[in-house]
């Protein structure tokens, strides 16, 4: 049972870090950033089986797996955008932190922009005149 | 039929793996970003095949996106291009090979007392000098003259400076070792007699 592992790790981190908050605020910090990390390492082998179905579905739906590859980096993005921003958040970083969303938002905007021209080009060679 | 039986079922596969996408974008303040991009791919999933159906004949930059080189064509043309490069690198080494064979017999041929010589090289995958053989041929098996002393106040017959095959030997590789600094130990040499 991974997720007794995964709640009886976040209990005992977060006992220590409501001790370590108090004494020493720096290790906090590191101590979640720790606990972040542990937690990304873990679940990385379930992502990637998950992103190996998906890849059969898109294969047999027939869709390019680029649009795929996009998405999945889409996601990628906004997940350890999201992880760093909460981070700094619980540092008391949130000017630090909103710059790491807006980094994250202009990063996805890029990726998503060539799938975005492609619709809009076909859509406007289909249309008469 | 069988194109809309083929639309249908692609449909509800998008269909599937957009919510399955919906589930796994993460909360905050990145959500509508995600959500924008998970659209999109879903309409071009859809449209995409649509459009193929719509106008076969015209270039649609989806298309172009979607196009996929058959995993057959793939290795083949992958095959013909390692081949070419193999081909391309096996003339380059040869010739490289002859022009150095070339240059060391020419300079071993300057070594007094050398009648002949016959060089193989052989090359490091990189380029680099690896082993040189060489077969000299003297003029006699074992003694080789190199210059004739000519003496001026008598007509007898002198005997010829006369060169061993140990110096020609030493001469040769320290030749070799100066041009392409190869060691003494990857030179090989033999004597043949002429």
Known sequence: ?129 | MNVLYGMVRNLLVIIIISSFLELLVPEGRIKPFVRLAVGLFILIAILSPTLNLLSKNQDLKVNLWDYQMEEGIKQEVQEKGKNLNQQMMDTGENIIKDKIQGQISAVSNLVPGVHDVETQVQMEPSGDLKKVKITVRTTQPDRVNTVQGINVFSSTEEPIIEVDQKQIKNKITQVINNLYGLPSNDVEIEFEGG
């Not at chain 1, 790790?9 to 910090?29: C, D, G, H, N, Y």
């Not at chain 1, 980094?103 to 021209?117: E, F, R, T």
């Open chain 1, 1 to 129: 049972m991974e997720i007794a592992q995964v709640v009886g790790l976040a209990l005992m981190v977060t006992i220590f870090l409501l001790i370590l908050r108090q004494e020493k605020p720096v290790m906090a910090v590191l101590l979640s950033m720790v606990f972040s990390i542990l937690i990304f390492i873990l679940m990385m082998g379930k992502m990637a089986s998950i992103i190996s179905v998906m890849q059969e579905l898109t294969r047999r739906a027939g869709i390019n797996f680029f649009f795929m590859t996009t998405i999945l980096k889409i996601l990628g993005v906004a997940y350890l955008g999201e992880f760093a921003a909460v981070i700094c958040q619980d540092a008391g970083e949130q000017a630090v932190a909103k710059k790491v969303e807006f980094a994250s938002k202009i990063i996805i905007a890029v990726l998503a922009l060539p799938i975005m021209v492609a619709i809009l080009e076909s859509l406007l060679e289909l249309m008469p005149g």
